[in-house]
């Protein structure tokens, strides 16, 4: 291979490199409309055989982590999420996937309803439900117990549960629910829509 041809290939790498970092970071614009940012995905898609689950290079968050981090861009996770190629999982720094970037319900009901997606990822201290407990988060508390696939009995690096987290910080509202859906979690109901109605009847008795 001759070196003109390397540096070709290098230029091509660094444009396309560039264009996905433009991408990403157009994401935390909030001056700019999810319309805007998906016809371009759609066109990078065209013309540069966009990865959907490129990181940038700081951080390895992806389009998905940065469409569900802070208030969250609904029509484009939305879109994102129905892309078949889309790593719902996927981990960045400190090994944290989209769900705990997540911070506003609607979003969260979203990223549930992908059908690979890991609703107890562990990073490299806890789970999400460890840190939604702890920050006494109830709203999304409450969307993630009335999922039939959590697991309340995972222990944080320190050895304590969701349970002991919200007990220790003394967020009894969380602590009820808790007690509640993990009598609900041994049930193992086949029907999860049955299971998450009989779920949210049992949280509701304490909200």
């Known amino acids: 291979m001759g070196k003109k041809h ?7 790498a660094r444009s396309k490199q560039k264009a996905y970092e433009k991408l990403l970071y157009k994401i935390t614009d909030k001056a700019i409309v999810d319309s805007e940012i998906i016809w ?6 065209e013309d540069l055989d966009f990865d959907i689950n490129w990181g940038d290079l700081r ?15 609904k029509k484009l996770v939305e879109y994102l999420l129905s892309d078949p190629n889309v790593d719902v999982n996927h981990k960045s720094e400190g ?28 990073n490299r201290t ?3 439900l460890h840190e939604i407990c702890y920050s006494n988060r109830i ?36 602590v009820n629910m808790l007690k509640r859906t993990g009598r609900t979690s041994l049930l193992r ?19």
């Open 6 to 12: 390397i540096y070709a290939n290098r230029e091509v």
């Open 126 to 128: 806890d789970t999400i």
């Open 59 to 73: 951080y390895d968050r992806t389009a998905l982590i940065f469409a569900v981090s802070g208030s969250g861009r």
């Open 189 to 207: 109901i086949p029907n999860a829509s049955l299971c998450r109605d009989i779920t949210r009847m049992i949280i509701e008795e304490y909200m």
């Open 139 to 174: 709203g999304m508390a409450r969307e993630l117990l009335l999922d039939a696939r959590i697991n309340t009995s995972v222990c944080d690096i320190y050895g304590y549960t969701a349970m002991k987290n919200a007990i220790r910080r003394r967020h009894h509202g969380i």
């Open 40 to 45: 371009d995905l759609e066109c990078a898609k």
């Open 95 to 122: 090994d944290s996937t989209a769900l705990y970037f997540c911070a506003q319900v609607p979003i969260l009901k979203l990223l549930l309803s992908h059908k690979d997606i890991d609703v107890n990822p562990s």
